[in-house]
Nanobody, 126 residues
Framework: EVQLVESGGGLVQAGGSLKLSCAASGFTFGDYVIGWFRQAPGKEREAVSC????????YYADSVKGRFTISSDNAKNTVNLQMNSLKPEDTAVYYC???????????????????WGQGTQVTVSS
């Protein structure tokens, strides 16, 4: 059974930092992509970042580019999202998702991913 477990969310002041982690287990396909998404109350789910396991290529939404960094520890099947210079508009539930290796490079939509974590709340106070 594929499992994705997020951790690291919390409450932080604007300008602060948080590091989210996503631990993946139970899957057997070799190359994969892990993405981070977020959803704020009353808003649609937004793709934030993703990373390919085959080449460690990373992609970011314009709204987080330069502030967030995604990285992977393939030996541990863990993907981290370092979030710096946080803004109140970053407040959301953050989800990680796992999908097969992508053919087309870029930030993939949620429909690409077959497995999702339970989410972790990030709240940025002004």
């Amino acid at each position: 059974e594929v499992q994705l477990v997020e951790s690291g969310g919390g409450l932080v002041q604007a300008g602060g930092s948080l590091k989210l982690s996503c631990a993946a287990s139970g899957f057997t396909f070799g190359d994969y992509v892990i993405g981070w998404f977020r959803q704020a109350p009353g808003k649609e789910r937004e793709a934030v970042s993703c990373i390919n396991s085959s080449d460690d290529r990373t992609y970011y939404a314009d709204s987080v580019k330069g502030r967030f960094t995604i990285s992977s520890d393939n030996a541990k099947n863990t993907v981290n999202l370092q979030m710096n210079s946080l803004k109140p508009e970053d407040t959301a539930v953050y989800y990680c998702a796992l999908g097969p290796a992508a053919v087309v490079p870029g930030l993939l939509s949620g429909t690409w991913y077959g497995y999702w974590g339970q989410g972790t709340q990030v709240t940025v106070s002004s």
